[in-house]
């Protein structure tokens, strides 16, 4: 098993630009969510999802959208890429939800927006 | 609403020392507790949990008590390696949000 992949592993982007922020997993997981993580804040839910077609917020969703079309993948777009986007972004996900089970995260995308 | 303290980093010790790392949290009833690792370059990944009151979580030498009493779950090792630097995050689940909560992570670097 892959486990969870995330591409690209580095992006630069310019103010005002948009991008696609790939996740996939082969784990059959319901769950999937992602993360940033900004230094000195751990890290922040950007949208969550618990099963193909069905999308929530998270507590930072602003600026991004998702779409579950597949089990296996959950896509992030960043719709107009600003500096405050500047950050570290994880994909993650599980079996049945956040309670009790482990969380699995892929290895990250390091994003830069000038 | 829930949330996670830990102690300020970043963490330097010498191979073989004792390790702390102090967790305190803040939820409604008894969540689930979690440690988990960023090693450099890497996701994070789950390194131990504990599900109830006075459960140990326990995995590579490491160990965390869930103490209710005290709302804590600090991390210990009686000798770290170097192969233990990294960055550590101890989380709780906020099922209401469906999220880990975390807190904003121990940078721990153990020095040959």
């Known amino acids: 098993n892959a486990g969870v992949t995330q591409t690209p592993k580095f992006q630069v982007l310019k103010t005002g630009q948009s991008m696609t922020l790939q996740c996939a997993q082969d784990?059959?997981?319901?769950?999937m969510s992602w993360y940033r993580q900004d230094p000195g804040m751990g890290l922040r839910l950007i949208h969550y999802s618990v099963g193909a077609g069905i999308t929530d917020q998270g507590e930072v969703p602003n600026g991004y959208n998702v779409s579950r079309s597949t089990t296996e993948d959950f896509p992030l777009r960043l719709l107009s890429a600003a500096p405050s986007q500047t950050s570290v972004y994880f994909c993650a996900s599980s079996y049945s939800g956040v309670l009790g089970g482990e969380q699995y995260f892929g290895p990250g995308t390091r994003l830069t927006v000038t | 609403g829930d949330s996670v303290t830990q102690m300020e980093g970043p963490v330097t010790l010498s191979e073989e020392a004792f390790l702390t790392i102090n967790c305190t949290y803040t939820?409604?009833?008894?969540?689930?507790l979690f440690w988990y690792v960023q090693y450099p370059g890497e996701g994070l990944q789950l390194l131990l949990k504990a599900t109830k009151a006075d459960d140990k979580g326990s995995n590579k030498g490491f160990e965390a008590t869930y103490r209710k009493e005290t709302t804590s779950f600090h991390l210990e090792k009686g000798s770290v390696q170097v192969s233990d630097s990294a960055v550590y995050f101890c989380?709780?689940?906020?099922?209401?949000?469906?999220?880990?909560?975390f807190g904003q992570g121990t940078r721990l670097t153990i020095n040959p």
């Open positions: 989380a709780l689940p906020n099922q209401g949000a469906q999220k880990l909560v």
């Open positions: 784990m059959n997981h319901e769950y």
């Open positions: 939820a409604t009833g008894y969540p689930s």
